[in-house]
């Protein structure tokens, strides 16, 4: 049974709107949540982070919540560009261990 | 430059043969770790190293070994490589210890094993 969920395979979003990506977790010994953006041929580069302490955190366009009663986060991009067309993968953490999610698509169509 | 390297980037074997797929860190880090990524289920741990000679099971471990002779390697072997290995394999590495820290992923290492 999959610990962290990203239930849409796939999303797509017209440039300049917002893209909202979503996953849930299972297990509430997770203290640590990030998610990583890759491209093809690429390995998953660190986008944004989120602690169990906070229910917000920005970089820039990029905007991750955290709802820990529900055991959900999600990322938000605003506004969207072509650029952040790439594979979103969200990951949960405790102690030495990380589990990912499967990954989401996100199409930035211009 | 900061970097994970993995080699090699693509491989094609055969079921039984030995193979090593070497990762080398520049950024004098601590921590490193394998993955392998499959279609529907994301990223799954293989081995961490928390350090020099400590190494450890992730959620995968099986038909897998690591070793951790120097701070900048972590290569992965396949003793007897069967075809349920083959798979998209990263190797990633984080300054001390995975604990909420981002981790720096080699560009991958694609295996197929036939």
């Known amino acids: 049974d999959q610990q962290v969920k990203q239930n849409s395979p796939s999303l797509s979003v017209q440039e300049g709107r917002i893209s909202i990506l979503n996953c849930d977790y299972t297990?509430?010994?997770?203290?640590?949540f990030l998610w990583y953006k890759k491209y093809p041929a690429e390995g998953p580069t660190f986008l944004i982070s989120?602690?169990?302490?906070?229910d917000k955190n920005e970089d820039g366009r990029f905007t991750v919540f955290l709802n820990k009663s529900a055991k959900h986060l999600s990322l938000h991009i605003v506004p969207s560009q072509p650029g952040d067309s790439a594979v979103y993968f969200c990951?949960?953490?405790?102690?030495?261990?990380?589990?990912f999610g499967p990954g989401t698509r996100l199409s930035v169509l211009p | 430059e900061a970097q994970v390297t993995q080699n090699p980037r693509y491989l094609i074997t055969v079921t039984g043969k030995k193979l090593t797929v070497t990762c080398s860190q520049n950024?004098?880090?601590?921590?490193m770790s394998w993955y392998r990524q499959d279609p529907g289920l994301g990223l799954r741990q293989i081995y961490y190293?928390?350090?020099?000679?400590?190494?450890d099971k992730g959620d995968v471990p099986e038909g897998y070994k690591v070793s951790r002779k120097e701070k900048r390697n972590f290569p992965l072997i396949l003793e007897s490589p069967s075809p349920n290995q083959t798979s998209l394999y990263f190797c990633?590495?984080?300054?001390?210890?995975?604990?909420?820290?981002?981790?720096?992923f080699g560009d991958g290492t694609r295996l197929s094993i036939l």
């Open positions: 990633a590495s984080s300054p001390k210890g995975a604990f909420n820290q981002p981790q720096h």
């Open positions: 297990n509430s010994m997770f203290d640590y």
């Open positions: 989120i602690s169990s302490i906070k």
């Open positions: 990951a949960a953490g405790y102690g030495q261990n990380f589990v």
């Open positions: 950024m004098n880090h601590e921590y």
């Open positions: 190293s928390m350090n020099v000679e400590v190494t």
